[in-house]
């Protein structure tokens, strides 16, 4: 059965601390991707990754990084939180057959 | 013009009707084309895709692609009220995956 497993399902930091949210998947997928979801914002992309060690910035990138040093885990990283940050991270993995995205459940944080 | 879009909703349909979603998207070139749903408080799920023009059937889902028109719809026939969700509409574009806002769906018993 497919799976990605995000690290931490609640999290609270304060502003300036360093975040890392974690994803793993289990398909030997090679695309990876990083969303936030916001009321009225939808799902926007932040980076995503397309193989080990490589990456490719997504539609808001500021403010955060990604690492990828193993095909199954891909990594969100917050290096200096700010409450603008406050919102649902989403981990996918792809199918490169059909394109499908399988989710993770999702990384609430919340920055005070 | 932002690149995938829907109406946000809510879109309310009688139970049993037939709920009809849009979205347009404004690159040339996507060639893949999603629909998800979401339940509140849970991730997306894929329910359909498609990659030619025309229509694609899956059960109660019809998910229709119009490349010259830039137009995704997905029609869902005897709307039930597990149907109520947000749908999100995706584009591949370039191996990026991009969504539009969502439509919320709204079944009445």
């Known amino acids: 059965d497919v799976k990605v497993t995000q690290s931490s399902r609640y999290l609270v930091k304060r502003t300036g601390e360093k975040v890392f949210l974690e994803c793993v998947q289990d398909m030997d997928h090679e695309n990876m991707f990083w969303y936030r979801q916001d009321p009225g914002l939808g799902l926007r992309l932040i980076y995503f990754?397309?193989?080990?060690?490589?990456?490719e910035k997504g539609d808001i990138p500021e403010g955060y990084s990604v690492s990828r040093e193993k095909k199954e885990r891909f990594s969100l990283i917050l290096e200096s939180a700010s409450t603008n940050q406050t919102s649902m991270y989403l981990c996918?993995?792809?199918?490169?057959?059909?394109?499908?995205?399988?989710f993770g459940e999702g990384s609430r944080l919340t920055v005070l | 013009q932002k690149e995938v879009e829907q109406n946000s909703g809510p879109l309310s349909v009688p139970e049993g009707a037939i709920a009809s979603l849009n979205c347009t998207y404004s690159d040339r070139v996507s060639q893949s084309f999603f629909w998800y749903r979401q339940y509140s408080g849970k991730s997306p799920e894929l329910i359909m895709s498609?990659?030619?023009?025309g229509d694609k059937e899956d059960g109660r889902f019809t998910a229709q692609l119009n490349k010259a028109s830039q137009y995704v719809s997905l029609l869902i026939r005897d709307s039930q009220p597990s149907d109520s969700a947000t749908y999100l509409c995706?584009?591949?574009?370039?191996?990026?995956?991009?969504f539009g806002k969502g439509t919320r769906l709204h079944i009445l018993p």
């Open positions: 990754s397309y193989d080990v060690k490589m990456k």
């Open positions: 996918a993995s792809k199918t490169e057959n059909t394109g499908e995205l399988f």
């Open positions: 995706a584009v591949n574009r370039d191996d990026k995956i991009i």
């Open positions: 498609i990659y030619s023009n």
